[in-house]
Nanobody, 118 residues
Framework: QVQLVESGGGLVQPGGSLKLSCAAS????????MRWYRQASGKERELVAG????????NYPDSVLGRFTISRDNANNTVYLQMNSLKPEDTAVYYC???????????WGQGTQVSVSS
């Protein structure tokens, strides 16, 4: 059974930091590219960070570039999202995604709420 379990969300003031974690089980973690998405209320889900299988390449949209950092620990089947200088517009449910394109496999976590407010 495949599971992606996110943790680390919560309420933080503007300018603060949070670190999200996504622990994977039931998959060969190192075979999957990993991504973090977010979905704010009433909006479409958007990509906020991606990392290749080995962690050698990362990508970010302009909205979070320089503030968010994705990393992975293949030994512990975990991907992280360090979020700094948080803004109210970062408020959303954050989802972890594992994708193995060649095998046409994609899995999602249940999401973790991040709220940025004073």
């Amino acid at each position: 059974q495949v599971q992606l379990v996110e943790s680390g969300g919560g309420l933080v003031q503007p300018g603060g930091s949070l670190k999200l974690s996504c622990a994977a089980s039931g998959i060969t973690f190192s075979a999957y590219a990993m991504r973090w998405y977010r979905q704010a209320s009433g909006k479409e889900r958007e990509l906020v960070a991606g990392i290749t299988r080995t962690g050698g390449t990362t990508n970010y949209p302009d909205s979070v570039l320089g503030r968010f950092t994705i990393s992975r620990d293949n030994a512990n089947n975990t991907v992280y999202l360090q979020m700094n200088s948080l803004k109210p517009e970062d408020t959303a449910v954050y989802y972890c995604n594992a994708e193995w394109i060649a095998a046409r496999r994609s899995y999602w976590g249940q999401g973790t709420q991040v709220s940025v407010s004073s």
